[in-house]
């Protein structure tokens, strides 16, 4: 049995950091790349980050490039979404999504239709 379970969310100020992580059990980690959406109250899923596999491969949404930076270490099943000076605009569930074989995003494209597992999402408050 697959599971994606995600954590590190909470609630913090304008500016400040939180790191999130997922850790997967079920699956060859190796063989998945590895992402970030996220969904604000009353908005759609968007992208934010994805890795691929072998982590050489890495693409950021436009509204977080520059603040937050995700890894991976595949000795420890996990993924890593370091998030820095954070905005109230970034308040959302966050999610935490995985695709066999092919990468979950390419540039400003997320595959979105193309996830093979989700996790249940950490949820990230920016106050003001």
């Known amino acids: 049995q697959v599971q994606v379970v995600e954590s590190g969310g909470g609630l913090v100020q304008e500016g400040g950091s939180l790191t999130l992580s997922c850790t997967t059990s079920g699956l060859t980690f190796d063989d998945y790349s590895l992402g970030w959406f996220r969904q604000a109250p009353g908005k759609e899923r968007e992208g934010v980050s994805c890795?691929?596999?072998?982590?050489?491969?890495?693409s950021y949404a436009v509204a977080v490039k520059g603040r937050f930076t995700i890894s991976r270490d595949n000795a420890k099943n996990t993924v890593y979404l370091q998030m820095n000076n954070l905005k109230h605009e970034d308040t959302a569930m966050y999610y935490c999504?995985?695709?066999?074989?092919?990468?979950?995003?390419?540039?400003?494209?997320?595959?979105?239709?193309?996830?093979?597992?989700w996790g249940h999402g950490t949820q990230v408050t920016v106050s003001t």
């Open positions: 999504a995985a695709r066999k074989r092919y990468d979950i995003c390419s540039g400003s494209a997320f595959y979105e239709n193309e996830v093979d597992y």
């Open positions: 890795i691929s596999r072998g982590g050489s491969a890495i």
